[in-house]
């Protein structure tokens, strides 16, 4: 008889999101906890020491290079992951389902618009790209939709003419862009100079992370569309839209459980890349990054990459257990 002491999925899965839960507890209680040294502010009397348990004050991690609280500082970088890598998460999980269901639903010829809309569309990219500014650019678009509006009713075969957009080689070339230069030096050219504010910073993660959920929900989508259930719902006289929104893509999202914690995990590798680097955050937002970055100026200060690291490699190894179990 042997005997294993190998973890089982369903404790890992447990101790996973307990970890996780954690994480992101800390993240959003760090400015209500009661700790013991404010985030940034420095203890000049004790620059760049170990965890000390028995001296006071008790800096239970140490202190970086200026003095802070290394306690504190990785507290508030949890926060970080909560609202910044997470809604980015979010958000391109969003625009991938939007548009890999798009494309695998309707295909080339699928999706079909009055020329009316064409119009418009060039009219308005036109502007966009001829005229400077945003308010020339948003009276180029109003003109010319008034200018459609005014020939749909007096040229009938303007309302009636109808030509297929190409959303999958749309799509296909969208992923192929992206996918041509490395995330990393994407966003280190995007974010280079002066900080970044949250929003667009978020934005930029968000723009470089939907192109795998897209390509998941895309494959997907190509099989749910010949489902019997879709085709029973097209058989009931529902339109189009209705079958892709309440039927199709449901159904087509089912492989984001597990694609959406490996986004999440690469956009926290990101994030701190970024932060290790010091690009795109200010310098005194407190960030696991940050701390690792330190260590480049004073390499003998294991403790930074000991909490820092090791809060970083457990929560990379938590969302790669959740995606494995979600298969």
């Known amino acids: 008889m042997t005997f294993t002491s190998r973890p ?79 809604p980015a998460t979010a958000l391109a999980a969003l625009a991938g389902a939007l548009a890999g269901g798009s494309a695998g639903f309707w295909g080339n010829r699928g999706c079909r618009l009055p020329l009316a809309a064409w119009l418009l569309g060039l009219a308005g990219a036109w502007w966009l790209a001829v005229l400077p500014g945003g308010g020339h650019a948003a009276a180029g678009l109003l003109g010319a939709a008034a200018l459609a509006g005014w020939a749909a009713p007096r040229l009938p075969w303007v309302s009636r003419a109808q030509w297929p957009l190409p959303l999958d080689s749309l799509f296909q070339a969208a992923i192929t862009l992206l996918g041509a230069v490395p995330r990393l030096v994407l966003v280190l050219t995007l974010a280079a100079g002066p900080p970044l504010p949250m ?97 480049r100026q004073e390499p003998s200060a294991w403790w930074l990459v000991a909490s820092a690291g090791g809060a970083l490699l457990l929560t990379l190894l938590a969302l790669q257990q959740v995606a494995r179990s979600n298969r």
Do not use: N, Y
């Open 199 to 295: 929003g667009q910073l978020l934005l930029l993660l968000g723009a470089v992370a939907w192109p795998e959920p897209a390509r998941q929900v895309r494959a997907q989508m190509l099989q749910v569309r010949t489902l019997p259930f879709v085709e029973a719902a097209r058989a009931v006289g529902l339109s189009p839209t209705q079958v892709w929104l309440r039927h199709a893509l449901p159904h087509a999202c089912r492989p984001l459980r597990a694609v959406v914690p490996l986004s999440l995990a690469g956009l926290i590798g990101l994030e701190t890349t970024l932060a290790f680097l010091g690009v795109g955050r200010p310098p005194d937002v407190a960030s696991w990054g940050q701390l690792l970055g330190m260590v």
């Open 8 to 86: 089982r999925p369903a404790a890992l899965r447990r101790l996973a999101i307990g970890w996780l839960v954690m994480v992101g507890a800390a993240g959003l209680l760090a400015p209500w906890l009661p700790l013991p040294f404010a985030v940034g502010v420095p203890d000049l009397l004790h620059l760049a020491e170990p965890p000390a348990w028995t001296t006071a004050p008790r800096h239970w991690l140490g202190t970086d290079l200026f003095g802070r609280d290394v306690l504190t500082e990785l507290l508030f970088g949890a926060r970080q992951v909560v609202v910044l890598s997470l």
